[in-house]
């Protein structure tokens, strides 16, 4: 069985011992060769730096190798998320694809975590007044306590959980959406993905962390105004998918005084325009889609590749 793959992860498969594992059974392939691929196994390198909506030469030249590959049964990726274009062309061939969802889910709670607690402890204040010099301590009635301070998770993954429990540590009441709307132990409430709009207003924080489903897609609108208020404005951390939020209507929340804080780290498109509104909002925190950026997902990736391997191997495959 010949497994495609580029040169790191040629190198990370060998050094994780996938060769002396299974000797004579398995062989490892570049894109010379993609013709005779019965496996990809697809790393970041090979993807970045491209996004849902640009392929660099290299990305395309991988894609479109591996959508030739007359052979091809199986494709694991090491995205925690399957829904690119390009997934559904090779399931549309038959071909097997899974990813690695849950292999950056600390990375990317830590990443939500942080975004978070940038505003919520005014540490963006703190950033502005040492650009510019100026030493103005802040009044303790200018930072809200945590505990008085309520969330709304979107999503129950693996990212999700892991936000929530981030957050349930810091003692903040929490409420969850997700899909089964099947009861979280310890929260305030849980909720399909319906109830966003009946709960979106109650709530000080609100932290998307669910897949992008006709369920999903967004989620977050313009009937979303309907439902804040001035007096309690969101603040908002998408770590997920773009999508998720109609962008239109986030900038129109904040506009009017119903959205204070965002941190958004994926985008509707990307890269994200250089004349794009979002640059220039002072009060967001932009960052490009680097949340679960991190030395560690490699190995977790590798591990969960050779996992599946073997039972694919043990079903029949050569």
Not at 157 to 179: C, F, H
Not at 210 to 225: E, I, K, V, Y
Not at 238 to 248: E, F, S
Request: charged fraction near 20%; hydrophobic fraction near 45%; glycine fraction near 10%.
């Amino acid at each position: 069985m010949n497994i495609l793959c580029s040169e790191r992860g040629a190198r990370e498969l060998a050094d994780a011992g996938l060769l002396a594992r299974w000797p004579g059974r398995v062989d490892l392939v570049g894109i010379g060769q993609a013709d005779q691929a019965d496996v990809v196994f697809l790393t970041r390198d090979i993807v970045w730096p491209s996004t849902d909506d640009w392929l660099a030469p290299a990305t395309a030249a991988f894609y479109d190798a591996m959508l030739a590959a007359p052979r091809l049964r199986w494709v694991h990726t090491y995205a925690s998320g399957a829904d690119r274009r390009i997934y559904h062309d090779l399931r549309a061939r038959g071909v097997q694809v899974t990813n690695s969802a849950g292999a950056n889910a600390g990375a990317v709670a830590q990443t939500a975590l942080a975004g978070f607690l940038y505003f919520a402890r005014r540490l963006h204040v703190a950033r502005r007044q040492q650009l510019e010099k100026r030493w103005q301590p802040m009044a303790h009635d200018e930072v809200r306590a945590l505990r008085s301070t309520e969330a709304m998770v979107v999503g129950w993954g693996e990212i999700g959980s892991r936000i929530g429990q981030y957050l349930s540590t810091l003692g903040m009441p929490l409420r969850v959406l997700r899909q089964s709307a099947e009861p979280v132990a310890g929260v305030v409430a849980t909720g399909g993905y319906e109830r966003f709009h009946e709960w979106v207003g109650q709530v000080d924080w609100v932290f998307f962390a669910c897949p992008l489903s006709p369920a999903t897609r967004g989620l977050f609108n313009m009937g979303t105004l309907e439902a804040l208020r001035a007096e309690r404005p969101l603040g908002v951390v998408n770590v997920a998918r773009g999508p998720l939020i109609d962008t239109q209507a986030l900038l129109a929340a904040h506009e009017r005084g119903l959205v204070r804080h965002a941190h958004l780290d994926v985008f509707d498109t990307e890269p994200l325009p250089p004349d794009h509104p979002l640059w220039d909002c002072e009060d967001f925190l932009v960052t490009p889609h680097m949340a679960g950026t991190s030395d560690g997902n490699r190995e977790e990736v590798v591990d969960r590749f050779l996992g599946l391997l073997a039972r694919f191997l043990e079903a029949g495959g050569n």
